[in-house]
Each structure stands twice: as C-alpha cells, then as structure tokens.
C-alpha cells in the first residue's frame, strides 16, 4: 500500500511537472529566423479514398505562391474510389504535379508509411514537406515552412488547427488540438520535443535515409509522424516549432463522437511503444492518463476519504485548472489565438473521463478503424 501511494505520488509529480515545462517553455522568446532561400522543395501527400477533399486540397496546392523549384508528389494508397483519376487529371494540366503509386513503396512497410516511403523515394529534392488530404493550406504554407530551414534545421513542426467548429464535438477537438500544439511548442522550444502531427511537418531527405526510413518501426499503426521524430531527434536532429500563422494547417473537423474518438485512438496507438523512442514523454503519457483516472473515480469516493486526502485531491483538481488555464492563455497569445474561456472550461471538465476513455479504449481495442479499413493493433 505505501508503494502504491509512492507511485501515485510521483506520477502527479511528473504531470505537474510537465504541465510547469509547459508554461515555461511557451514565456520563452525565441528569435525568430528565416533562412529567405528558396530551396527546392518536395510536397509529398499520401491519399486513401480522398476523392471528396482532394480536389480542394489539390486546388489548395495550386494557389502556392512559392517561387522556389517544386513538386507535388500525390501517393495513391491503393484507393478504391476515383482518387488515382482526379490525381492523373491534375498531372496531365500541371506538370508540378506527379501522380505515385504505394505498390512502389518498400514492401515491409504497410498503409499510410509504405505510401509515403515510395514518395520519399520518388522526390528529387533535399527537403520533404507533408500534410494529409483532409487539410486545407494557407497560399503561403510551403514558403512558411521551408524558410524555416536553415543549415542547423533538420526537422520543422508545423501547427494544425480547427477552423470554425460547426458543433459541440468539433468545438471540444479545437481546443484538444489547440493545447496539444501548444504542449509539443514548449517542449520543442526546451529542446525537448514531444510530438507533431503528420498533418503539418518537413524535415530532409538526410534523415530518412540516415534512420533506415521506417522500416523500425513498420509494425507500428501510425508512427509517421511522432515517432518517427523521436528516432530523429535521438539521432541528434535539431528540430524547430514553426508558430508563424501562415504556416498553420487546417485539419478536418470530427462532427461526431465516434469519428472524433476514433480519430484520437489512432493518435494514441503508438503510446504504448513511445518507452523505446522517448521515456521522459512515455512516463508523460502515464502520469496523465493516471491523474485523470484519479480525478474521474474521485467524486465517487469522496465520501470514503480522510478530511486530509479529500483537501489533497480538491487542491490537485485546482491545481490541474489553473496551470492548463495558464498554458491555454498563454498559448494563445502566442499562436495569436483568440481566447474563449467558456470553451476552454468546457474542454477542461470533459477532457477528464476523455482522457480515461480513450486511454482505456486504446488499451482495450484489439484493432482501430481508418478508411474503411480495419488495422490489427
């Protein structure tokens, strides 16, 4: 029992912690640097069953205003609907356009990776810079992002965001990605990044090759993005936060509650292998999940518990909301955000059983639905 309670202890040590490195990472000023070099630039997209968003984001793509040498690189992930055809259409009109096939892909790889493997492999420039069909792209995102490697910058994070929820759901999904974004920039900004999203990132070719691509971690449903990262950055990769507006990605919005929570397992089906790539972040992961846990059983019990822990448990509640108040404010003010309080409060009291049930989702589920495929954990 008095193990127990160590352990417990610690773990909201650890999550109070990070929540602290959140704060202190975003009231960092960091001089912000533009290399203003038009490098050559690969745009690789993998896309599985997209044709009703690939004609906006192809459209998108066109209205680049980049004037650097480029390419757009369109991977079919064996689609069965007509997304090869209005990918070979566009090709046919613009030669910045090329049209690649996932069969090409390195035959150990499977879904999204082995997709993204045969484009890396089809690209002709250094550095590769990726989003997802569902996404739509400022006119400056590509001149955003690649202005921000310099010689010392391996890897660029990019935000993705939630524009205009339409409904309660997408509403709380906003601000769940805001305060992720949020968390991998202080992190990111201490040297210590966490995480990104395949939505909106770039880094060189170097890296791909130099980390045997993903072939280490084939056997892991997502890992495109996050851990593949996190081999990178183990390997001494200098990774930068991109905050500047134009860059930001927008994300599709989830409408309804089963798409959303099945949109957050996937993210979080590779958080059980992070052990080997990022400890720190993994133990991260455990504490969160565990606090949570602790303040959803916590009304249940009140009435069981000492006058002491019952003060002990209401102080961490209020502790909990003022620091993740603070980074959300914060946050926002440096992503140039607008502040909505009653939303945020909103988020905070549902983030709870959230983080609980799709935690113990993951862990339960023996294989997660995407694009009408179903993926054995």
Partial sequence: ??????????????YVGSLLSYILG??????????????????????KNGENSLPVLLNDLKKQKYQGQIEYIIVDDESTDKSADIIKKMCKSNPTFKYVSSLNGNPKLKFKKKALD??????????LLFTDVDCRLNQNWVESMVNCFRNDIDYVIGVSKIKNPTNFISNFQKIDLFMMMVAGRAKTILKQPIACTGQNQAYKKYLYYENDGFVSISNSIQGDDSLFMNICFKNNANIYFNDNHESFVESRKENKLSSFIQQRIRWAADAKVMWSYNKKFFITLISTFVVNSLLLVTPFVIPFLSEQNQKMMLLLFLTKFLLELIIYIIGSIKLKSKIELIKFIIWFFLNIPYVFIAGTANLMNKSIVWKGQTIDK
């Fill in 1 to 14: 029992m008095i193990f127990f309670v160590y352990v417990l202890v610690m773990l909201i040590s650890i």
């Fill in 26 to 47: 975003n009231l960092i000023t960091t001089k912000k640097e533009s290399s203003h070099h038009m490098h050559p630039v690969s745009v690789i997209i993998a896309v």
């Fill in 118 to 127: 045969a484009g890396i492999n089809y690209s002709k420039n250094e550095i």
